[in-house]
């Protein structure tokens, strides 16, 4: 089984919707981050938590939210989607215990689609 | 903050032959991570370098960190179809211990049979 999932894979929505991807990891890290990849721009982080309590925004933030519900899973809300907002989606995960660095694990991807 | 320039941006081979992607940081690097991608899938790690003059190899991939720590090479040799996809470079975005990761654009390898 994969360590870290993500669902849906895909998912096709109108502007407007409220959007929630989900991202579930079984590697026991503390560490989990949401990034979006658009062609030409690269990965580009949305937020991060360093544990339950700890959220952090990433660069790109705006018209996104996430919860934390366990140590274990972190979502990513879009509140009102719109068009630019469709990207592929990744979760990763890190590990504490690696000292200054950081080696992430990324799940499969969510392809959004907003119309 | 950091950037991180990947050339080229694409590549297209010849199975069997060598090739190398390049990372260029504007600023020191602290920790150089490589990942590759299948089209539309996630990322794989691949190594990490930390130390100037570093170099690590897995399989028929080297991965390099030049002195200055300035510049990541990853080189393929003898290149197959199981090697074509998005090769991504990564940092840590503010030096050791920033934990956020920044990304190059990629470098999409292709490698005709």
């Known amino acids: 089984d994969a360590d870290v999932t993500q669902t849906p894979r895909n998912r096709i929505t109108k502007t407007g919707k409220r959007i929630m991807l989900e991202c579930s990891q079984t590697?026991?890290?503390?560490?989990m981050y949401w990034y979006r990849q658009d062609p030409g721009l690269g990965l580009r982080l949305i937020y991060y938590?360093?544990?339950?309590?700890?959220?952090n925004k990433g660069e790109i933030s705006d018209g996104y939210s996430v919860s934390r519900q366990a140590q274990a899973k972190f979502s990513l809300s879009l509140e009102s989607a719109i068009p630019n907002q469709t990207a592929l989606y990744f979760c990763?995960?890190?590990?504490?215990?690696?000292?200054?660095?950081?080696?992430?694990?990324f799940g499969p991807g969510t392809r959004l689609t907003v119309l | 903050s950091q950037e991180l320039e990947q050339s080229p941006q694409s590549l297209i081979v010849q199975e069997g032959k060598n090739l190398t992607i390049n990372c260029t940081s504007s600023?020191?690097?602290?920790?150089l991570y490589w990942y590759k991608q299948k089209y539309g899938e996630g990322l794989i790690f691949l190594m990490m370098?930390?130390?100037?003059?570093e170099e690590k190899s897995h399989e028929k991939i080297t991965a390099k960190l030049d002195e200055k720590k300035q510049q990541s090479s990853l080189h393929i040799t003898a290149s197959q179809p199981s090697h074509a996809g998005i090769y991504l470079c990564?940092?840590?975005?503010?030096?050791?211990?920033?934990?956020?990761?920044?990304f190059g654009k990629g470098t999409k390898l292709s490698v005709i049979p």
């Open positions: 938590s360093f544990d339950v309590k700890d959220i």
């Open positions: 370098l930390q130390k100037g003059g």
């Open positions: 600023k020191t690097l602290y920790g």
């Open positions: 990763a995960t890190s590990d504490t215990g690696t000292g200054d660095y950081n080696e992430q694990f």
């Open positions: 590697k026991g890290h503390d560490r």
């Open positions: 990564g940092a840590d975005r503010s030096g050791a211990g920033s934990y956020q990761l920044t």
